[in-house]
């Protein structure tokens, strides 16, 4: 029986060393696609360098964050000057403060807001705020919608989380079965299915929490009303509504995903982008909600490393580069609308029948016939070995996607035309090639 270190040692094509399962995030690892892991070693702009020191042109983006790309000049000019103020303090800032304020301007169903590091803490705290302010502990999600790795939202999440052939042994996933018990996990644009899962346990339930427009089954828009009927569900219940803004906020404008649908939720969590590159995250929302968190409620969240000055500079940083662009978003929405037009022109020629979505700087399709996904069961119809294959064609040929059919493409600020260009004709060329291998 061969071990996790040689597995790990043998997939990468070099000693992984103690860094177990060789990544400190599965889907790092590609089981989905086999072949040897991508392994970066720098990055910049548009795109991730290699061990040989091949540029590829990047969709991975660091699963979101890098809204400006790798290592953007104004994003990493003189760190040194931050850090020297110090790095982290044990107190608050008026810089945090600050900065709270900005978020608060741009989301204002953020009346209050607290900082943490990861997308995982500020979902956990949230859904933690929720249950202490109603009194209950039944959470309703989605399948497909990812929130973080705490116990609570992993169970069926399927998304990032589905990366393993064992994702779905939740006997042995170290969740105890009282935590899975205090969710259901329904389909996403299904209101039926929420129906169904809920019954009889309405009264129990503290929170809806949803990916807005989703990112973790590639990507996913709300059917017209789904969202609204989850406002008028949770309103009926006395439940919260929390929307997941981890990857939407700032990648679809400053009032992130809400802004676009015209939804105020309860509670947001919001994180990757908004620390340029470093660890930042948040979550808030109704100021009455906020208020079971200690000191003033029973409610405890807290964290060395939240609201630290470096990462608290770095958001600064980040807000005042979007808001010096007003170009910013009219710019990626149209490099993006470019690229997907490119693809469905690709895929006419050829006769695929894959639809081709795009939202702001997201583009994603699969490998199924017929319109867009809507929830997590039709993203699993997908032809996972067409997937496989059309990701080594494209790295092959210099482009690098997520290596999971569950991701989607993110672009950058420094995906220009050149990149797009390049991109489409590595597509229409792994198309080609997949097609003489009968694979499409
Ligand atoms: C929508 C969403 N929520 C939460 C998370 C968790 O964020 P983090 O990986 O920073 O813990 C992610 C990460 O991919 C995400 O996509």
Same mark, same amino acid.
């Not at 496989?388 to 600020?413: I, K, Q």
């Given at each position: 029986?061969?071990?996790?270190?040689?597995?790990?040692?043998?997939?990468?094509?070099?000693?992984?060393?103690?860094?177990?399962?060789?990544?400190?995030?599965?889907?790092?690892?590609?089981?989905?696609?086999?072949?040897?892991?991508?392994?970066?070693?720098?990055?910049?702009?548009?795109?991730?360098?290699?061990?040989?020191?091949?540029?590829?042109?990047?969709?991975?983006?660091?699963?979101?964050?890098?809204?400006?790309?790798?290592?953007?000049?104004?994003?990493?000019?003189? =760190?040194?000057?931050?850090?020297?103020?110090?790095?982290?303090?044990?107190?608050?800032?008026?810089?945090?403060?600050?900065?709270?304020?900005?978020?608060?301007?741009?989301?204002?169903?953020?009346?209050?807001?607290?900082?943490?590091?990861?997308?995982?803490?500020?979902?956990?705290?949230?859904?933690?705020?929720?249950?202490?302010?109603?009194?209950?502990?039944?959470?309703?999600?989605?399948?497909?919608?990812?929130?973080?790795? *705490?116990?609570?939202?992993?169970?069926?999440?399927?998304?990032?989380?589905?990366?393993? +052939?064992?994702?779905?042994?939740?006997?042995?996933?170290?969740?105890?079965?009282?935590?899975?018990?205090?969710?259901?996990?329904?389909?996403?644009?299904?209101?039926?299915?929420?129906?169904?899962?809920?019954?009889?346990?309405?009264?129990?339930?503290?929170?809806?929490?949803?990916?807005?427009?989703?990112?973790?089954?590639?990507?996913?828009?709300?059917?017209?009303?789904?969202?609204?009927?989850?406002?008028?569900?949770?309103?009926?219940?006395?439940?919260?509504?929390?929307?997941?803004?981890?990857?939407?906020?700032?990648?679809?404008?400053?009032?992130?995903?809400?802004?676009?649908?015209?939804?105020?939720?309860? =509670?947001?969590?919001?994180?990757?982008?908004?620390?340029?590159?470093?660890?930042?995250?948040?979550?808030?929302?109704?100021?009455?909600?906020?208020?079971?968190?200690?000191?003033?409620?029973?409610?405890? %969240?807290?964290?060395?490393?939240?609201?630290?000055?470096?990462?608290?500079?770095?958001?600064?940083?980040?807000?005042?580069?979007?808001?010096?662009?007003? %170009?910013?978003?009219?710019?990626?929405?149209?490099?993006?609308?470019?690229?997907?037009?490119?693809?469905?022109?690709?895929?006419?020629?050829?006769?695929?029948?894959?639809?081709?979505?795009?939202?702001?700087?997201?583009?994603?399709?699969? *490998?199924?016939?017929?319109?867009?996904?809507?929830?997590?069961?039709?993203?699993?119809?997908?032809?996972?070995?067409?997937?496989?294959?059309?990701?080594?064609?494209?790295?092959?040929?210099?482009?690098?996607?997520?290596?999971?059919?569950?991701?989607?493409? *993110?672009?950058?600020?420094?995906?220009?035309?050149?990149?797009?260009?390049?991109?489409?004709?590595?597509?229409?060329?792994?198309?080609? +090639?997949?097609?003489?291998?009968?694979?499409?």
């Amino acid at each position: 029986m061969i071990t996790e270190r040689e597995r790990s040692d043998r997939d990468f094509g070099m000693p992984t060393g103690a860094l177990a399962g060789g990544a400190s995030s599965p889907v790092r690892v590609g089981a989905a696609v086999g072949g040897a892991p991508f392994v970066q070693v720098s990055g910049r702009g548009a795109y991730a360098i290699d061990g040989t020191g091949r540029a590829f042109v990047d969709y991975v983006m660091a699963y979101g964050p890098l809204l400006f790309g790798h290592a953007h000049p104004a994003l990493v000019r003189d =760190l040194d000057t931050i850090a020297a103020r110090g790095t982290v303090f044990g107190a608050t800032t008026h810089d945090e403060i600050r900065l709270a304020d900005r978020i608060a301007a741009y989301v204002p169903a953020m009346e209050r807001l607290r900082f943490v590091s990861t997308g995982t803490e500020a979902m956990m705290s949230a859904v933690r705020v929720a249950r202490a302010f109603t009194g209950r502990s039944l959470v309703a999600r989605f399948a497909g919608n990812y929130h973080g790795h *705490f116990d609570g939202a992993l169970h069926d999440a399927g998304a990032s989380a589905g990366v393993s +052939a064992r994702a779905n042994d939740v006997a042995r996933s170290g969740i105890p079965a009282g935590v899975r018990a205090a969710s259901v996990v329904a389909r996403y644009n299904d209101l039926d299915d929420l129906d169904a899962r809920l019954g009889g346990r309405e009264h129990e339930l503290a929170a809806i929490v949803v990916e807005p427009i989703v990112g973790n089954m590639g990507l996913v828009l709300p059917q017209p009303g789904f969202l609204d009927a989850l406002f008028a569900r949770a309103r009926r219940y006395g439940a919260l509504v929390i929307f997941d803004e981890v990857i939407t906020w700032l990648r679809l404008g400053l009032g992130g995903g809400q802004a676009l649908t015209g939804h105020r939720p309860d =509670l947001t969590a919001l994180g990757k982008i908004m620390g340029g590159g470093f660890a930042l995250a948040a979550f808030g929302g109704r100021a009455d909600v906020m208020g079971v968190l200690s000191p003033d409620g029973a409610s405890f %969240t807290g964290g060395t490393y939240s609201g630290n000055p470096f990462a608290v500079a770095m958001g600064h940083r980040t807000l005042d580069l979007i808001e010096g662009d007003p %170009t910013l978003y009219a710019r990626l929405d149209s490099r993006a609308s470019r690229l997907a037009a490119g693809m469905r022109s690709i895929f006419a020629v050829r006769s695929l029948p894959y639809a081709v979505t795009q939202l702001g700087s997201m583009v994603d399709f699969a *490998f199924r016939a017929g319109p867009p996904v809507r929830n997590y069961d039709e993203r699993q119809q997908a032809d996972r070995v067409a997937f496989a294959a059309y990701y080594h064609a494209m790295r092959d040929r210099g482009v690098l996607l997520a290596p999971s059919a569950n991701e989607l493409m *993110f672009l950058s600020t420094e995906h220009g035309d050149a990149e797009i260009d390049a991109t489409l004709v590595a597509c229409e060329s792994s198309m080609a +090639a997949l097609r003489e291998r009968r694979i499409v």
